[in-house]
T-cell receptor
């Protein structure tokens, strides 16, 4: 199993550009989520999904869109990048927490917005 | 809403010394509790978790944590730290009935030889 994979590993954008961060998992996990990690802020939940076709907002959803068309994939879209979105982004997956799920994390994507 | 506080931003210990990292949570009922470790440039790895039952939880790499309901705490401990334990440690809380996981701001551990 590859676990949770994220692409790209690094990305530099200009303000106003759009892009999609890719996340895939091969563990048949229902639950997938996106976090951003900023110095002194820990990890903050952006969006999450409890299954294909179901998504919901986390703590910091503004400026980000998600969709979940398959169990395996959970892309994160930045429609118009802003410098405040410079961060490291982590995707995670698990069986549902109610089923005693452990979240497995991808290696992260480091995004810089100029 | 649930929240997590890790009061220590940075801790330095000597190799072989004991370690305790503090975590306090706010939640109206018994939460799910987790400790994760992040090595430099890496993703997060689960050290241990508490869902119910025995309040002393054993994890990987010789770590343990104790759930204390009266103090709303879930402190991480290790009796003898190794240089390879240098990393950032995150406590997290999950609310029963939801699937959101809320992380603390992390504690960076530095280990001196």
């Amino acid at each position: 199993n590859a676990g949770v994979t994220q692409t790209p590993k690094f990305q530099v954008l200009k303000t106003g550009q759009s892009m999609t961060l890719q996340c895939a998992q091969d563990m048949n996990h229902e639950y997938m989520s996106w976090y951003r990690q900023d110095p002194g802020m820990g990890l903050r939940l952006i969006h999450y999904s409890v299954g294909a076709g179901i998504t919901d907002q986390g703590e910091v959803p503004n400026g980000y869109n998600v969709s979940r068309s398959t169990t395996e994939d959970f892309p994160l879209r930045l429609l118009s990048a802003a410098p405040s979105q410079t961060s490291v982004y982590f995707c995670a997956s698990s069986y549902l927490l109610a089923d005693l799920g452990e979240q497995f994390f991808g290696p992260g994507t480091r995004l810089t917005v100029l | 809403a649930q929240s997590v506080t890790q009061p220590d931003i940075h801790i330095t210990v000597s190799e072989g010394a004991s370690l305790e990292l503090r975590c306090n949570y706010s939640y109206g009922a018994t939460p799910y509790l987790f400790w994760y470790v992040q090595s430099p440039g890496q993703g997060l790895q689960l050290l241990l978790k508490y869902f119910s039952g025995d309040t002393l939880v054993q994890g990987i790499k010789g770590f343990e944590a104790e759930f204390k309901r009266s103090q709303s705490s879930f402190n991480l401990r290790k009796p003898s730290v190794h240089w390879s334990d240098a990393a950032e440690y995150f406590c997290a809380v999950g609310a029963r009935g939801t699937d959101k996981l809320i992380f603390g701001t992390g504690t960076r551990l530095q280990v001196f030889p």
